[in-house]
């Protein structure tokens, strides 16, 4: 009796055994799906890096993971990506940090600080190295449910003009600009401009209409999105370096299997550093095609320059201490000076 015994324990052992690795083959053959949704045009360079992510992983997980884009704004916008991200409603997303994370967690507005960080290396190294730069992070992941998979930088912001040569701070006064973020308000007060509040889908007919004549933005943006038809002046220096990001909600990366975890993260981390590497380069690029359609660029020096940097550190900065935490102005600029 015991030898049956033992026999009927042994097969039902051998059963779930078995079952277990048929589960286990069920699983490794399984096709899973993200979608992707970013407000970038399909002409701008983010979306072109974020689609090389995407084949990459198609390719790396041999077809098991399949990412959807949807660009253009089809599914969410620039400020409501975020939320979208953390309620699950998309699996990814692009995210321009200063437009999506101060309202989260208003320390992030610390890397809209004109000239404080003087890349996109070292202001991704405070908040990935620092003990207070690391807090607004995690806190930011925390509350957003999000995962970061790439960094996807848009690039460093410099102000653009349809109404007259930008030869200097004095030049600004009366313009019509456009505001994306809070944080670019105390900026525009000190020059004297008329502010308007627009989303990116708005630019271009604003431009047209002449609802507004000027902007900051990175160089990449008047091209992709065609506002250097109404945009024919520029000024620098760069005031500060607009980061992006493709986001996964944490709760659909953790229930990927672990390999096609790592399938992501080492997309991401490759076509992250083709996009960064790039960067700054395409903006030269596109400066250079902006000055051939007859836009001309004012590099800011001498006198000019003084006047710029005494605006920022007298009127602009004082004006934004109540964006972000004197403590994180402080972590932040004893960061840069070491």
Known sequence: MS?????IRYSK?????????????????????????????????CTKHAQMFVDEVFEKSNGRLKIEVFHSGQLFGIREIMGGITSGAVDLGGVVGVVGFPKINKNFNVATIPGLFDSFEQQREFFQKSDKGQEIWGDLLNKTNSTLVMYNPVGPVMTFSGARELTGVDAMKDLKARRL???????????????VGLKTSEVYTALQTGMIDTINTPPQ????????????????PYQYFADAYIMAN?????????????????????FGDVSTSKIIG??????????????KVTVLAGAEREK??????????????????????KAAEAFVAN
């Open 13 to 45: 052992l051998s059963f779930l055994v078995l079952l277990s690795f048929c589960f286990s083959l069920s699983s490794l053959a399984a096709e899973f799906t993200g979608r992707l949704s970013m407000h970038w045009n399909d002409k701008h360079h």
């Open 181 to 195: 973020i809070g944080a670019e308000e105390p900026m525009w007060k000190a020059y004297g401009a008329k502010i």
């Open 221 to 236: 943006s008047i091209r992709a999105y065609s506002w250097w038809e109404f945009l024919k002046f520029g000024q620098k």
């Open 250 to 270: 944490s709760d659909w990366f953790n229930k990927l299997p672990n390999d096609l975890q790592q399938v992501v993260l080492d997309a991401g981390k490759k």
């Open 308 to 329: 710029f940097d005494k605006l920022m550190s007298d009127k602009v900065l004082p004006a934004m201490m109540d964006k972000f935490d004197a403590e994180a102005l």
């Open 282 to 295: 395409v903006g030269e690029e596109v400066i250079s095609e902006f000055e051939s359609r007859g836009g």
């Open 3 to 7: 030898l049956l015994n033992n026999f």
